[in-house]
């Protein structure tokens, strides 16, 4: 997994890039706040680590985006069960 990112600080824009393998996906649900539920991707890498969280929706949107070309990625598995997709 690559991660690109842009943080802001007081000089101005910084670009920041970190790669690593991921460890765990995690669903996260709360029976008390059902809107409150998040999709966890678990990383870690050698100079790194991290959570990156997507809401159900965001996982949707990702989805509806790539399932026209997902013939083109090879090893990839779709898991599905109760509802939630795992990617």
Known sequence: MKLKLKKENPDGVVRVESSGDVKEIL??????????ESISVCYRGKNSSGIVDFTPEEIEEIYDAIKSRIHLIKGFKRLSGSGAKLF
């Open 27 to 36: 669903i996260n649900e709360d029976m008390l706040h059902p809107n409150e």
